[in-house]
């Protein structure tokens, strides 16, 4: 680790008057693992812990989650078990309880790829060193991304929580120099394209002070299936965050999103839009999860993930439904 600056924001409009090139410290859970090892080497560290955002409450109906609130604070607030069950299971799913103690969902929607490409300073990687090219591509990739890659960068997305999110139709508050806006949490992570050094859409010195799930009894339908090697502390292999809503066995409305496939939480509306209307069987959620994985382009050691993620979709949406199995 490198010398660096380190600072404790007073208020949020000390943090956000902070240089562009700081880095916000919340729960540290990734960005002090990446400053050990020199994958980051920010010269101005700007600490969060003392602003109020750790609040979680329902407001307009909608709920509100402040950006500094605890992935285990999350995961077992009554408020969010009840209206979102699937983001509760998502943040149980992921990492360790020691980690979740100290994550945050700020950091969490913000978390740097776990590509080992990207952490190993011996390897090229355009994420790390722009134009530098990318030793995955024709490397050991069966923890890579096989929906939304390109030829500069195959990396996964790594959040649980991201993934619950994209199905619950969240939006990110965020605050900076110019003031307060508000996004979806679909824009907010961008695909690699041309430039994987961008993972995000957020302008110079803006910092998310708070996440926002719309009311609905559609997300009380969540659920969240995940898929590894291991029953603990271990990326997913595939991931899938379902909320379908029925009557009478008919699906009126339905949401799903890809996790551990995509080089960001992966979200298909033409495969949403396909389950309106059907029975809620496992014909017609097999037809759409078809449809969420068309355009895969798997590598040698991840071709398994396109049937995997199929029926991790599968099973999701059955559960959400209520459907047997």
Same mark, same amino acid.
């Given at each position: 680790?490198?010398?660096?600056?380190?600072?404790? @924001? &007073?208020?949020?409009?000390?943090?956000?008057?902070? =240089?562009?090139?700081?880095?916000?410290?919340?729960?540290?859970? !990734?960005?002090?693992?990446?400053?050990?090892? /020199?994958? *980051?080497?920010?010269?101005?560290?700007?600490?969060?812990?003392?602003?109020?955002?750790?609040?979680?409450?329902?407001?307009?109906?909608?709920?509100?989650?402040?950006?500094?609130?605890? !992935?285990?604070?999350?995961?077992?607030?009554?408020?969010? +078990? +009840?209206?979102? =069950?699937?983001?509760?299971? &998502?943040?149980?799913?992921?990492?360790?309880?020691?980690?979740?103690?100290?994550?945050?969902?700020?950091?969490?929607? *913000?978390?740097?790829?776990?590509?080992? %490409?990207?952490?190993?300073?011996?390897?090229? $990687?355009?994420?790390?060193?722009?134009?530098?090219? $990318?030793?995955?591509?024709?490397?050991?990739?069966?923890?890579?991304?096989?929906?939304?890659?390109?030829?500069?960068?195959?990396?996964?997305?790594?959040?649980?929580? $991201?993934?619950?999110? %994209?199905?619950?139709?969240?939006?990110?508050?965020?605050?900076? #120099?110019?003031? /307060?806006?508000? *996004?979806?949490?679909?824009?907010?992570?961008?695909?690699?394209?041309?430039?994987?050094?961008?993972?995000?859409?957020?302008?110079?010195?803006?910092?998310?002070? @708070?996440?926002?799930? =719309?009311?609905?009894? *559609?997300?009380?339908?969540?659920? %969240?299936?995940?898929?590894?090697?291991?029953?603990? %502390?271990?990326?997913?292999?595939?991931? $899938?965050?379902?909320?379908?809503?029925?009557?009478?066995?008919?699906?009126?409305? @339905?949401?799903?999103?890809?996790?551990?496939?995509?080089?960001? #939480?992966? +979200?298909? =509306?033409?495969?949403?839009?396909?389950?309106?209307?059907?029975?809620?069987?496992?014909?017609?959620?097999?037809? &759409?999860?078809?449809?969420?994985?068309?355009?895969?382009?798997?590598?040698?050691?991840?071709?398994?993930?396109?049937?995997?993620?199929?029926?991790? @979709?599968? +099973?999701?949406?059955?559960?959400?439904?209520?459907?047997?199995?």
């Amino acid at each position: 680790m490198r010398l660096f600056t380190f600072q404790r @924001a &007073a208020n949020l409009e000390q943090a956000v008057s902070a =240089p562009p090139q700081a880095a916000f410290l919340a729960g540290g859970t !990734n960005l002090v693992d990446l400053m050990k090892i /020199e994958v *980051l080497n920010p010269a101005l560290v700007v600490d969060l812990s003392p602003l109020q955002l750790r609040q979680i409450e329902v407001r307009d109906g909608a709920l509100q989650i402040g950006a500094l609130a605890s !992935n285990t604070a999350v995961a077992e607030h009554p408020e969010v +078990r +009840r209206r979102a =069950p699937g983001l509760s299971e &998502a943040l149980l799913s992921g990492a360790s309880p020691q980690l979740r103690n100290a994550a945050t969902v700020g950091g969490n929607l *913000l978390q740097r790829t776990r590509c080992a %490409y990207y952490r190993d300073l011996a390897t090229r $990687c355009n994420k790390r060193e722009p134009g530098s090219g $990318c030793d995955a591509l024709d490397g050991w990739t069966r923890m890579h991304a096989i929906l939304g890659t390109s030829d500069q960068c195959i990396a996964s997305h790594p959040s649980d929580m $991201c993934v619950a999110l %994209y199905a619950l139709d969240a939006t990110v508050r965020v605050r900076g #120099p110019d003031g /307060e806006r508000e *996004l979806a949490v679909s824009d907010l992570h961008l695909l690699p394209g041309a430039h994987p050094e961008r993972e995000f859409s957020l302008r110079p010195g803006e910092l998310i002070t @708070a996440v926002r799930i =719309p009311p609905g009894d *559609l997300s009380a339908r969540s659920r %969240y299936v995940k898929v590894r090697d291991r029953q603990s %502390y271990a990326f997913a292999l595939a991931s $899938c965050a379902a909320a379908v809503q029925t009557e009478g066995g008919v699906i009126r409305l @339905a949401r799903f999103a890809l996790g551990g496939v995509g080089t960001k #939480p992966w +979200r298909v =509306p033409e495969a949403e839009r396909s389950l309106q209307g059907e029975r809620a069987t496992r014909e017609t959620f097999e037809r &759409a999860a078809e449809i969420a994985l068309r355009g895969a382009k798997p590598r040698r050691d991840n071709t398994f993930k396109v049937e995997l993620a199929k029926r991790t @979709a599968v +099973r999701a949406l059955m559960l959400s439904a209520g459907a047997p199995s």
